[in-house]
T-cell receptor, first 116, second 115 residues
């Protein structure tokens, strides 16, 4: 079965500093990978997705992620943190065990705090 | 594009009440909709997957008779929590998608509080 791990349940960065949120997945075949952001009391918003095209994926709000098959990683980065980036971030992988790529497995999430 | 509307955003009701939550795809046809439950400071737990016109597929451990899901059209799915009790209090989130392999689009969630 596929799974997703996110190292660090909580990450704090200073405003303007690099943001690095880690995600590792387990899969026997190339998966589809996603990063979502959740603000308090809201649903999830898609930041970016990897679907077997370019390994470096650019998303919204200045975020990007790099798919590294050898490391089974899909870490999320942003060069310069902004106060508005403070939120919960979820890495997710498509469940190839399902017949239609529909089911997605979410990681436990990483809470990002931005210090002024 | 790809907007999902979830209503209501918050519900407070007495124990024993049944509560219906609606999930609508506003600008696309959702062939598949998902219902999640999220506890505080935790990730999303998939409850069930529904495809338009067919019965929902529930995840292991989710009571079908407790959480009734209807996906009668390509733009609407409903989750009814029957005879709700305090332990059913949670944040419920729906999502929808139109194409296999494409990401899900999420509603803003419903905060359910059972007194």
């Amino acid at each position: 079965a596929q799974s997703v791990t996110q190292l660090g349940s909580h990450v704090s960065v200073s405003e303007g500093a690099l943001v690095l949120l880690r995600c590792n997945y387990s899969s026997s075949v190339p998966p589809y990978l996603f990063w979502y952001v959740q603000y308090p009391n809201q649903g999830l918003q898609l930041l970016l997705k990897y679907t077997s095209a370019a390994t470096l994926v650019k998303g919204i709000n200045g975020f990007e992620a790099e798919f590294k098959k050898s490391e089974t990683s899909f870490h999320l980065t942003k060069p310069s943190a902004h106060m508005s980036d403070a939120a919960e971030y979820f890495c997710a992988v498509s469940d190839l065990g399902s017949t239609s790529y529909d089911k997605v497995i979410f990681g436990p999430g990483t809470s990002l705090s931005v210090i002024p | 594009g790809a907007v999902v509307s979830q209503h209501p955003s918050r519900v407070i009701c007495k124990s024993g009440t049944s509560v219906k939550i609606e999930c609508r795809s506003l600008d696309f046809q959702a062939t598949t909709m998902f219902w999640y439950r999220q506890f505080p400071k935790q990730s999303l737990m998939l409850m069930a997957t529904s495809n338009e016109g067919s019965k929902a597929t529930y995840e292991q451990g989710v009571e079908k008779d407790k959480f009734l899901i209807n996906h009668a059209s390509l733009t609407l799915s409903t989750l009814t929590v029957t005879s709700a009790h305090p332990e059913d209090s949670s944040f419920y989130i729906c999502s929808a998608k139109d194409t296999i392999g494409q990401p899900q689009h999420f509603g803003d969630g419903t905060r359910l509080s059972i007194l």
